[in-house]
């Protein structure tokens, strides 16, 4: 199938977990730096080992974005510092600065990002909600109907209110000065462009970000590793694979460098390793008792003539590549 030959040329693995990282990354706030940092480590050490056979087109794209990521985040700081300045002067915020409205705003929480919804009438507050949050589902019960009716934003006598955690607490205050702030007319703003950078690199070191990223990985694993030999004819069958060496008991090689033959190739096939596949099934004479015996229907020929087809392919255009770089010098 020629569009598999042209995502395995253009799309490696290495590219494929790149651009698996940097979406699975958006989708997992609190672990997205993490793992941005890490793919741009291994991307980087990637590049330095390989230099000479083309690593510097990883480094120099990689050392222009940690130069502009670095001025953008400067950027933002600044913006940040102008917002807490002006919250030093004029904390707790008296509502009668902001227009009657609604007002949405978020602060980091206990656990990850805390959402509140405001009303604000003549000055007063006359309605607070947490309308997303990651504390104890109850945390907020107590604490919110003392906030109706008062002129600031003040949450300092609120302590003892908040299930278990001060950070909640000032969360919940973070979040209704943000939701608040933008509405009064000479407070300095925070930009989208600041909004943004601050967006993606967010980072709770917690547990939740140890979790987030145990997920990330498993995922990696399952879509890469998964999907990569159900593209090809003849390998998809190799992930059925559970390792019960029936079909080791039966062959008469049994074992080669050390490995449980031909449950090696089976497995060789599932990681996409169709070069040691194509090296392994030399061995096999051809018997066929591991398809006998396989419970799944794998059997060493059958999966060491599909991975070979496959090898065979990547071969022939590697080889094509190789004249035309030589021909162009
Ligand atoms: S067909 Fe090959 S892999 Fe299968 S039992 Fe015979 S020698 Fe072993
Ligand atoms: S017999 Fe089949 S399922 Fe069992 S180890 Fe061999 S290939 Fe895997």
Not at 79 to 96: C, F, I, M, T
Not at 199 to 222: C, H, P, Q, S
Not at 238 to 264: E, H, R, T, W
């Amino acid at each position: 199938m020629k569009w598999i030959a042209f995502l395995e040329d253009y799309f490696t693995r290495g590219l494929r977990l790149a651009i698996l990282v940097c979406v699975l990354a958006l989708l997992f706030p609190s672990a997205r730096f993490y793992a941005l940092l890490i793919l741009s480590l291994l991307l980087f050490l990637h590049g330095v080992t390989t230099w000479k056979r083309g690593g510097w087109r990883y480094v120099v794209p990689l050392l222009v974005l940690a130069a502009v990521g670095l001025t953008a985040l400067g950027v933002a700081n600044h913006e940040r510092n102008k917002v807490g300045d002006y919250l030093a002067v004029h904390r707790p915020l008296a509502l009668s600065l902001a227009p009657d409205g609604v007002y949405e705003g978020e602060g980091p929480g206990n656990n990850g990002p805390l959402r509140v919804r405001l009303r604000v009438l003549d000055g007063r507050l006359t309605s607070v909600r947490v309308v997303r949050h990651r504390d104890a589902v109850y945390a907020f019960d107590d604490v919110l109907p003392r906030l109706v009716g008062r002129a600031t934003l003040d949450t300092s006598d609120l302590a003892g209110f908040v299930f278990r955690n001060e950070r909640s607490l000032a969360g919940l205050q973070a979040a209704m000065e943000n939701a608040v702030l933008p509405a009064i007319f000479d407070a300095p703003r925070m930009s989208s462009f600041a909004k943004s950078v601050f967006y993606v690199t967010a980072n709770e070191g917690g547990r939740i970000t140890l979790n987030a990223l145990a997920i990330l990985f498993i995922v990696l694993l399952a879509f890469d590793y998964a999907f990569g030999p159900t593209l090809r004819p003849g390998l998809g069958q190799s992930l059925n694979c559970y390792n019960c060496q029936a079909c080791v008991g039966v062959c008469p090689v049994k074992m080669v460098d050390g490995d449980p033959f031909p449950m090696i190739m089976v497995l060789q096939a599932r990681l996409g390793n169709v070069a040691r596949v194509a090296e392994l099934a030399k061995y096999c004479v051809g018997c066929g008792k591991c398809a006998a015996k396989c419970p799944v229907g794998n059997s060493g020929p059958s999966i060491a003539s599909a991975a070979f087809q496959v090898w065979r392919s990547r071969e022939r255009r590697r080889r094509k590549i190789e004249i035309q770089e030589a021909r162009h010098g």
